[in-house]
């Protein structure tokens, strides 16, 4: 089942979807990479100055690589990567993104709320799920299967819940950088560019997984016939 080429045909729109988001998220991070701020602010300065201005009680901490920066809702800090030092658009729109998840925590954003309830099942149902579904086709359960197929479906649920917490978080993260002036308003477009091209990636993984589900469920009503 695994080896089944329908499944490969049943993805590749996402597959080549997320191969060409990759691509452009590189390209445009790459672009405004070289595009100094007008306010000459890097990303580190201006999450120090996001997080005064949003009242965000949170600590910030390094990580290696590029474009690696996240929001850590466990331990409630930022973690910037080593591009944030850098003056430019993409890093500061990077930043800003990232401290919009922390203001989405501090509020309790609901999607991100649910996001975070489903994660448990998601890490079992990623790996279970297929292997109930194919122990349910073996031992010619219909129940087994269909328990495989749901807990796998808790991946599809997470990759979408995903999208309005990124999109939102991006949107937060634009606007804290007009209000506090770090970018100009001619400058928000760049900066919303880097997070649409960021974005984009979320919804190929998105539909990749809902696909998959799509996948299992064909072969469910399949058996049917
Ligand atoms: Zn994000």
Known sequence: MFYDPTYFIFIAPALL?????????RGTFARYARVPTSS?????TAATILMQQERLNIGVRG???VLTDFYNPANKTINLSQTSGQNSIASVAVVAHELGHAVQDQQ????????AAIVPGV???AWVGPLMFIAG????????IWV??????????????TLPVEFNASSRGLAMLQTSGILSA?????????LDAAALTYVAAAAQAVLTLLYYLSLVSGRRR
Not at 137 to 144: A, I, K
Not at 186 to 194: G, H, L, S, Y
């Open 17 to 25: 979807l997320g191969l060409w988001a990759q691509s452009r998220l």
């Open 137 to 144: 086709y073996w031992l010619r359960s219909p129940e087994l």
């Open 40 to 44: 000459g602010v890097n990303g580190q």
């Open 148 to 161: 495989g197929v749901s807990l796998f479906a808790l991946t599809a649920i997470f990759a979408v819940v």
């Open 63 to 65: 990580t290696p690589g």
């Open 123 to 125: 890490q079992i149902g």
């Open 108 to 115: 309790g954003y609901t999607p991100m709320r649910l996001r």
């Open 186 to 194: 001619q400058e928000i477009p760049a900066a919303k560019r880097v």
